[in-house]
Every structure is written in structure tokens, then in C-alpha cells.
């Protein structure tokens, strides 16, 4: 809560540090976010007109950068360097901000302001992504599919009484309680499994369904079993290549998630924890003896090139027709238990694809964060995340895949906006890392932020207390690194250089402070 607190007094500030930039309203769009608030964005039509008059030799100027003549404009209008390079110390050297990053801006000489709704989630949605993702597959109920048969009550009993007999009696690390009593029943789970089996299957049923909401299922067994229905969908998906899982989920508010998962053969306990694990968290953790896992090893393990992977990556998800284009990739590994940065705990590798929409040839920026967050628990607002679409491949084919809240893409409603130079945003960024970091003492003996990418891309704000599935597209700046900890009792190292974690985003058109975890 005191780090909530913080985050609200930092917004607060922030409009009061704004309040002498001759670029910025004097209303912030984190107090207004509604339609009102359009008015105040202008149109730069004639300032961009200048700048590409006076940069008729742009293609040549910006040759070797890997920029064309667009990016080059925007740059040059802007006043943006290739790389910003400043170290700050504050709270008597606490905290400390250290900034050499690489300044990225959009293939496109201008960025506007677009109306954005959320995607409806109708039976239209449904087909398209079965049809991008299992065209031609058959798709059955998850419920009676994945239902115990005998064979499988046995299969786990077998496994449990295995690890019983080697002493093994938490195989799952749960740990234990604070009187010391271990959290898992070993005895009480194998009692429950030989009383299950008594009724159990000798196979389960298959029942064949078409992918949509309100399938009627059967809840509980024996007398108590009654028809239910289930307002999202779980299927199972039958293909050449392996079994998938297939869940679209209702979020509480407009969006919805879509989670496609391949089953594994090749696990020795099911019940063990599992998860496929972005690369970034372990080559970012520079001189941690702990982390075992290698970028040469994850490549290994990948067994598929980054091309073909890629290409295995941008099939289904072209056949959606949402204008998504691969932002960014990682090293993806598949880990078993809590253990995850040892190469002991890797089962299999693969490459994860970050999509993202782009317009008029600038992207929405792609980060950790969903969204979609409420100010506080007793909020009952309905939030709305972010539109963001991951898929890992590995050497046979698509692993995993999640699609969260795809947005509808209206006209646009201020063209050429016009932006703050970047001058400006960056005495915002030093000012606001510092407030929003105030306290930083009071919890370690210091921190260092390693901000090694500064990024110009599109973001949906929004307001949920007037509309929860309008919203607006407008140009963002944000900040990616990692951070360094010195405390009492411990010290972690995290370079940043493959995050997308991004600690502060700001408005390019009127330097307001976006709250990434909130959206706006």
C-alpha cells in the first residue's frame, strides 16, 4: 500500500514539476482521460512540413544507422539522439539512476492519436482464432476429455507410493507450516486417489464441440453430478503434432484472454510444477553465481533456428487479419519446479515472440506489463489490460500462446500530433525516477537503476470510471533497464540489457505520467 501511495503522490508531483514546461498543459491527461481531453492534443502539420523542407538529404544522413528517412525526420524534429548517456545520485547516493541507452524511435515521420475500443468477443472472434491457430483440427470438451480414467488413478498412486518408499514425503516442495507440519498429505492424497478410482473410467470421452461459450458440462459425480454451463471455453485440440489445450477466458472487464497450450509427453510427474521461462531473467543477472542457464545453452536447447522459429510464429498469427508484427524475441526455456535459473531444472527450449500492432509504421510499445490494474482493493471499477499477443516455438512446433484483450482500432483523431521535444521529456524522466523513488532508503541500503533503452511507441490510455472499453492510442516514451540492490542482508545485480520492464512511461504529447500497471 505505501508503494500505491507513493505512485499517486508521484503523479501529483509530477504535474506540479510540469507546471513551468512551456510544451505542457496545464490539465493532465492522468486526471482527464476522456474524450474532453482530445481538445488539447494539436496537429504539428506544419512543423513536420518544415522539418522534411529542410531534410532533403535525410536518406543520406541517416545511412549506417539502419533508420530510414521517416525515422530520421521524427528524429531530427524532436531533437532525439541516437543514445542518451547521464548518471544521477540522489538520497545521499540511495539511489542512484544510471541512463546509457540506446534512444529508439518508430519507422515514421509523424505519429498520431487513434480512437481504440475493445475487440468484441463474439462467436465472429472465436472461429477466427480457431481457424488461424487449428484449422481443420477436431477440438473436443476439455471436461470429459481430460476427466481420470482407472489407469490414470493408478498411474499417480504407483508414483506416490515410490516416493513415499525413498522418504521422499513433500515431492512438491510445499514446504511446511509455521509449526512445522508439512503442507502436503502424501498418506491422505493416495487414500483420496483409491477411492476415486472405484468410479472411475476405463477411458475418458471424447466429446467433439465447436469452440464457443455457454457449452453445457457435467459438475460433480455420482448422484450429485448436475448440467452446468460455463461461460468461458476449455477445449482439448487434437492435431498431427501433439494435443493442445485451448481456454478463452471472459476478464472481469471488457477484454478476454486466450491461452493455447501444448500438452507434454515427456513430463515424469504431471503434478510438478511447470512453465515456460523468457530468457531475459537469467542473462540479465550478471555475476550471479546461482544462475546456471547460459545464452549458449538456451540456444542449444532451442534446436530450431531463430528464422524458422519465427516463421512457425508468424503463420497463425497473420491469418488474424489485427495488423500484429513481431516487436521483440527471447530465448524461452521450459523448466520444471522452483529452482528455474539452473540448467538442471530445463526440460526443452524454444524462442518466445512478443507481437504487437503497428500503425502508419510506428508500433505499440511491447513491455511486461498487462495492465488493467486498480488503484486499490475496495475499487470497483472494471479494468481493461493491454492488447498483447506472446507465442513460444520450439524444435516441433508452437509451444504456447497468449492473446490478452485485442483491441478495435478506430480513425484516427489527431493527425500529426504534435509531440515535446525530447529535451523536455527527459528533465521529466530524471525528476520523476527520483520522486518515485524517494523513499528507497527506508527498504535498501541502495538501489541502481540501469536504464539501457529509451523507446517511442504508441500506448492505450483510458479512463474507467466513464468508459472501461473506449480509450486512446497516443505516442509514449518509456524506460527499460533493470536495477541493482544493496541491502543488509542481501545484494541481486540485474543489467537490464534484455529487459522489457519499463519504469516510467510518459505522454510525448504533454509529458503526463502514465501508470503502466493501472493504463493510465
Same mark, same amino acid.
Not at 102 to 116: D, K, N, Q, R, W
Not at 176 to 181: M, V
Not at 234 to 254: A, F, L, Q
Given at each position: ?9 508521484? #503523479? ?9 514546461? $512551456? ?12 474524450? &474532453? ?27 549506417? !544507422?539502419?533508420? /530510414? ?14 543514445? =542518451? ?22 519507422? &515514421? ?13 463474439? $462467436?465472429?472472434?472465436?472461429? %477466427? @482464432? ?15 476429455? !481430460? ?30 507450516? *509455521?509449526?512445522?507440519?508439512? #503442507? ?60 493442445? *489445450? ?30 515456460? $521461462? ?16 547460459? *545464452? ?24 488474424? /487479419? ?12 521450459? %523448466? ?12 526443452? +527450449?524454444? =524462442? ?48 504456447? @500462446? ?14 500529426? @500530433? ?7 521529456? #527527459? ?17 535498501? $541500503? ?20 466513464? *468508459? ?18 544493496? +541491502? ?16 516510467? !512511461? ?6 503526463? @505520467?502514465?501508470?503502466? +500497471?493501472?493504463?493510465?
Amino acid at each position: 500500500m505505501k508503494k500505491r501511495y507513493m505512485a499517486i503522490t508521484a #503523479m501529483c508531483l509530477c504535474a506540479s514539476l510540469l507546471a513551468g514546461c $512551456q510544451e505542457t498543459p496545464k490539465d493532465s491527461i492522468v486526471r482527464e482521460k476522456g474524450a &474532453a481531453s482530445l481538445k488539447k492534443y494539436e496537429s504539428a502539420d506544419e512543423a513536420l512540413d518544415a522539418a522534411a523542407d529542410s531534410s532533403g538529404a535525410a536518406d543520406g544522413s541517416q545511412e549506417g !544507422t539502419g533508420e /530510414g528517412a521517416d525515422a530520421g525526420r521524427l528524429r531530427e524534429l524532436l531533437g532525439a539522439p541516437e543514445r =542518451y548517456e547521464n548518471q544521477a545520485s540522489y538520497e545521499e547516493g540511495a539511489l542512484v539512476i544510471n541512463t546509457d541507452a540506446e534512444v529508439i524511435l518508430p519507422e &515514421a515521420s509523424a505519429m498520431h492519436t487513434y480512437g481504440v475500443s475493445a475487440m468484441e468477443a463474439d $462467436q465472429d472472434m472465436i472461429d %477466427r @482464432v480457431t481457424e488461424a491457430f487449428f484449422e481443420g483440427d477436431k477440438v473436443y470438451h476439455m471436461y470429459s476429455y !481430460t476427466e481420470w480414467t482407472k489407469e490414470d488413478y493408478q498411474e499417480e498412486i504407483t508414483r506416490l507410493k515410490k516416493y513415499k518408499a525413498e522418504g521422499n514425503l513433500d515431492p512438491y516442495d510445499y514446504g511446511t507450516d *509455521e509449526e512445522g507440519n508439512l #503442507m502436503f498429505d502424501i498418506d491422505a492424497l493416495i487414500a483420496r486417489d483409491e477411492e476415486d478410482m472405484k468410479n472411475a473410467p476405463d477411458e475418458a470421452l471424447k466429446e467433439e464441440v465447436k469452440p464457443s461459450f455457454g457449452l453445457e458440462y457435467v459438475d460433480g459425480k455420482g448422484d450429485e453430478a448436475q448440467k452446468a454451463v460455463d461461460e468461458d471455453f476449455w477445449g482439448i485440440v487434437e492435431t498431427s503434432h501433439g494435443n493442445y *489445450e485451448y481456454h478463452i477466458k471472459h476478464e472481469i472487464g471488457p477484454g478476454i484472454t486466450i491461452h493455447i497450450k501444448k500438452q507434454r509427453e515427456d513430463l515424469p510427474d504431471p503434478r510438478e510444477y511447470t512453465a515456460w $521461462q523468457e530468457g531475459q531473467y537469467l542473462l540479465d543477472r550478471e555475476g550471479d553465481e546461482s544462475v546456471t542457464m547460459t *545464452e549458449e545453452r538456451m540456444k542449444e536447447m532451442a534446436g530450431i533456428s531463430l528464422e524458422d522459429a519465427q516463421e512457425m510464429a508468424e503463420e497463425p498469427v497473420k491469418k488474424l /487479419g489485427w495488423d500484429w508484427e513481431v516487436y521483440g524475441w527471447d530465448y524461452a526455456v521450459f %523448466r520444471r519446479g522452483e529452482d528455474w535459473s539452473k540448467e538442471d531444472s530445463a526440460i526443452d +527450449g524454444g =524462442y518466445y515472440f512478443h507481437f504487437t500492432r503497428v500503425l502508419d509504421g510506428a508500433p505499440l510499445t511491447y513491455t511486461d506489463s498487462y495492465g488493467g490494474g486498480l488503484e486499490d482493493m475496495d475499487s470497483t471499477l472494471e479494468p481493461w489490460g493491454y492488447e498483447r499477443c506472446d507465442v513460444v516455438v520450439g524444435d516441433d512446433g508452437i509451444q504456447s @500462446v497468449e492473446i490478452c484483450c485485442p483491441y478495435e482500432v478506430g480513425e484516427i483523431q489527431t493527425k500529426n @500530433v504534435k509531440m515535446m521535444d525530447f529535451g523536455s521529456i #527527459m528533465k521529466i524522466y530524471e525528476q520523476m525516477m527520483e520522486v518515485s523513488n524517494a523513499d528507497i532508503s527506508d527498504y535498501e $541500503q541502495q538501489r541502481t537503476y540501469n536504464i539501457r533503452k529509451i523507446t517511442l511507441g504508441y500506448s492505450r490510455i483510458y479512463d474507467p470510471s466513464t *468508459e472501461n472499453d473506449k480509450g486512446l492510442l497516443v505516442p509514449v516514451w518509456d524506460f527499460f533497464g533493470g536495477f541493482d540492490i544493496k +541491502g543488509e542482508e542481501y545484494e541481486s545485480k540485474n543489467s537490464g540489457e534484455h529487459s522489457n520492464q519499463s519504469f516510467l !512511461t510518459v505522454n510525448a504529447v504533454d509529458g503526463t @505520467v502514465i501508470d503502466r +500497471g493501472l493504463g493510465y
